[in-house]
Nanobody, 123 residues
Framework: HVQLVESGGASVQNGGSLRLSCAAS????????MAWFRQAPGKKREGVAR????????YYADSVKGRFTISRDNAKIEVYLQMDSLKPEDTATYYC?????????????????WGQGTQVTVS
């Protein structure tokens, strides 16, 4: 049974920083894509950043490029999201997602496992 557990969400002031963490348990394959998505009230879930094993290739949404950094620990199957220069429009519930296999996608549908979400509020 695969579980993803996020942590690190909080309320911060405009311009502040947060670091989100996501730990996967029960997953035994070493090739996967891990990603962060977010969803604000009344809006669609959107991809924020993703990172693949092996290549280590990363992708960022234009809205967070230059402010957010995704990284991972392959041995622990953990992924992190360093968020700097936070803006009120970054306020959302942030979800960690894992897709089995090497390919990463912008769309949420190919991801196999999801965390419960962690709230980030910027004011």
């Amino acid at each position: 049974h695969v579980q993803l557990v996020e942590s690190g969400g909080a309320s911060v002031q405009n311009g502040g920083s947060l670091r989100l963490s996501c730990a996967a348990s029960g997953y035994t394959y070493n090739r996967n894509c891990m990603a962060w998505f977010r969803q604000a009230p009344g809006k669609k879930r959107e991809g924020v950043a993703r990172i693949a094993t092996g290549s280590g290739n990363t992708y960022y949404a234009d809205s967070v490029k230059g402010r957010f950094t995704i990284s991972r620990d392959n041995a622990k199957i953990e992924v992190y999201l360093q968020m700097d220069s936070l803006k009120p429009e970054d306020t959302a519930t942030y979800y960690c997602a894992l897709r089995a296999g090497a390919a990463c996608y912008t769309d949420a549908r190919p991801y196999d496992y999801w965390g419960q979400g962690t709230q980030v509020t910027v004011s």
